[in-house]
T-cell receptor, first 117, second 115 residues
Framework: GAVVSQHPSRVICKSGTSVKIECRSLDFQATTMFWYRQFPKQSLMLMATSNEGSKATYEQGVEKDKFLINHASLTLSTLTVTSAHPEDSSFYIC?????????????FGPGTRLTVL | AQSVAQPEDQVNVAEGNPLTVKCTYSVSGNPYLFWYVQYPNRGLQFLLKYITGDNLVKGSYGFEAEFNKSQTSFHLKKPSALVSDSALYFCAVRVYSGGYQKVTFGIGTKLQVIP
């Protein structure tokens, strides 16, 4: 099946620094990728929809200047958490939408655990 | 290895009839189980979750799911389907182990409710 990777799988950073998380679709092109965050024992929360070659669409309440999303190619979207604070500590998951070959499905990355000290 | 199976690519049901979307899982440890729905061109939306407690979980839009530990299943159900329920449904399992967590999603099941 299709594979989506995320890098890094785990990152620890100091408060005030920026962290970049990559989401790659390894064997298909994805014009649309989604970014989610998940708090302990909670469900996923959609943060934004990343569209290749255009600006991301952010969900209500998500600060676009804090969570920068770039979808520069059909296989890569990045989420940069700028000036990270401890409350940004969370589990971030991306997914990539595959629409080729008459299918329309979504594949999820393994997630990135961000800990801000 | 942790895995989630949604054995049906598509489920068709007549409006007003009960619906079931199946999910089984395989994990080491105690699972947290989730169902999400995705409408066209949108991200996932949370429906319901099982963490602990009552095996029957009620969620959004009249959906419910029953955690069955012996069968390692967490099937999604609704007593009376609506056309607006037509969407893609994902089951997910989350396990904490040794300070790490791992989330695994099923491949998704397309629900088609026929008027």
């Amino acid at each position: 099946g299709a594979v989506v990777s995320q890098h890094p799988s785990r990152v620890i950073c100091k408060s005030g620094t920026s962290v970049k998380i990559e989401c790659r679709s390894l064997d298909f092109q994805a014009t649309t990728m989604f970014w989610y965050r998940q708090f302990p024992k909670q469900s996923l929360m959609l943060m934004a929809t990343s569209n290749e070659g255009s600006k991301a669409t952010y969900e209500q309440g998500v600060e676009k200047d804090k969570f920068l999303i770039n979808h520069a190619s059909l296989t890569l979207s990045t989420l940069t958490v700028t000036s990270a604070h401890p409350e940004d500590s969370s589990f971030y998951i991306c997914s990539a939408r595959r629409t080729s070959g008459g299918t329309d499905t979504q594949y999820f990355g393994p997630g990135t655990r961000l800990t801000v000290l | 290895a942790q895995s989630v199976a949604q054995p049906e690519d598509q489920v068709n049901v007549a409006e007003g009839n009960p619906l079931t979307v199946k999910c089984t899982y395989s994990v080491s440890g105690n699972p947290y189980l989730f169902w999400y729905v995705q409408y066209p061109n949108r991200g996932l939306q949370f429906l319901l979750k099982y963490i602990t407690g009552d095996n029957l979980v009620k969620g959004s839009y009249g959906f419910e799911a029953e955690f069955n530990k012996s069968q390692t299943s967490f099937h999604l159900k609704k007593p009376s389907a609506l056309v607006s329920d037509s969407a893609l449904y994902f089951c997910a399992v989350r396990v904490y182990s040794g300070g790490y967590q791992k989330v695994t999603f099923g491949i998704g099941t397309k629900l088609q409710v026929i008027p």
